[in-house]
């Protein structure tokens, strides 16, 4: 056999080799905890990129229906995503009333559950529109959605460019490809709705208070809901991460296994480029340039995520608030995970703070809240106390731990902080909000308070 020869014989006995993997872990559930599977993924890559498609861009103009935007990033979803058609039975509460609302059907593969989705309360003229954060999809919204219905809310959720299918999706993509779709799922929904809550997690909540703060803003926009907000980078060091990037092949910051169906698990360079822009445009100092805004603003975060600096996200609410009206002062709600200790001096004269406790077991062997749990339910089919996935990221590079992280029957769980990973070296990073019932009532008592102002 030539070179040639044995070089293929070799790529596809990889090819079939992983193929039958999958044939042996059939559903997106039992990947998930498929240890063999996650180390062939993780070594070889091949859930980190697109499939080869040729990809039309959505034209987001304003005038173009939600239903035409929902059809294309679904069908973009099934062709980019290389496990898109994979069968995924995680039946939520929203997936249900989705199939209900003839929307979905009974069996969904991965491509059904991530993609963006309308969730129609019927005969409502008020919406919801949910934006995800960076590497996510709008999985993100699922159990929340529920609270914004359950108030009289339709529920809409987009899919930022870049998400939905593999990590490489990031390689290339911009700032302003995100922006453009916030302003068509803005200004569509202020087109179909007489009220217009806005609500955004991560990154996804930099680029709403970009938005919001730099153009005249409807008044049909009733209030912004930020979850675990995007502010400035926990590492100072993102600001280099377009510089590093432009190096010749030197194109990632972590490469994963990516078995997390509903998040990008690899990282890129340009990915954190372009969030490092989105929150510098949301920054005090470009703020500071833009007209106040008078806006009632809800917010939840952990004092001690790794993701983002807790002490600039409250800098920047609390300037937020000093420019808000007199109207809306009283409606800023500040939902504070952990100690109040890292609350700016003066920050709770005027701002109504709630600091819920653990008073369960279960929560009390928690070892802080973290960046990506606050959205989730306990319950959560995914990421919730009986999830069969586990975040791991924190140990890519070192096996021993990554494996004891994956398989151990009694992992303990937090935020990946210094000190929590000397005390606890397999840490799996918390991915539910065991606060979420709690955090439920603060959500609908927010909305009722800021109808209550906004009908006088």
Known sequence: MNNSGLVLSVFFGVVLSFFSHIAVAQNCIEQA???????????????????EHSHQPFNYHAALPF?????????HINKANPRANISCPVITKTYQQLIAQG???????????????ELTYPNSNKVALLIHGLTDTPFTY???????????YTVRTILLPGHGSAASALLNVK??????????????????????????????AALLIDYVTKQPLSSKVKALMLYSPGSEPHNKQGWMAKWIDAIPF??????????????????????????????????????????????????????????????????????????????????????????????????????TVSNPQCTTQQCKKIHGISHIAVVNSPQNLHYGVNASYRNCGSFINDEPLYKTCKTTKNPQLGERTSANLKQYPALQRLTYNPH???LKMQISTFIKNVEHVQGK
Request: proline letters at 4%; zero cysteines; a negative charge.
């Open 436 to 438: 979420f019932t709690e």
């Open 67 to 75: 239903d035409d935007y929902l059809s294309y990033a679904y069908q």
């Open 175 to 204: 700032i302003s490809q995100w922006q453009q779709a916030i302003k068509y799922a803005v200004e569509r929904s202020v087109q179909d709705f007489d009220e217009v809550i806005l609500a955004g997690y991560s990154t996804g």
């Open 142 to 152: 699922h159990d929340l959605a529920q609270v914004y219905y359950q108030q009289g």
């Open 250 to 351: 030197v194109n990632w910051i972590d490469k994963d296994a990516d078995v997390d169906f509903a998040k990008y698990e690899s990282f890129p360079l340009n990915a954190a480029t372009a969030s490092y822009d989105a929150m510098s445009l949301a920054s005090i100092g470009s703020l500071s340039k833009r007209p106040a805004l008078k806006l009632p603003i809800f917010s939840v975060l952990s004092d001690i995520d790794t993701t983002i600096d807790t002490r600039a996200t409250l800098k920047l609410l609390s300037a937020l608030h000093k420019g808000n009206s007199i109207k809306y002062k009283p409606l800023d709600t500040l939902v504070l995970y952990g100690s109040t200790d890292i609350l700016p001096t003066g920050f709770t004269s005027d701002y």
């Open 103 to 117: 929307k979905r059907k009974l069996d969904p593969t991965i491509a059904d559950i991530i993609a963006p989705f």
């Open 33 to 51: 905890s498929d240890f063999k599977f996650i180390t062939k993924s993780k070594q070889q890559g091949l859930l980190r990129f697109e499939n």
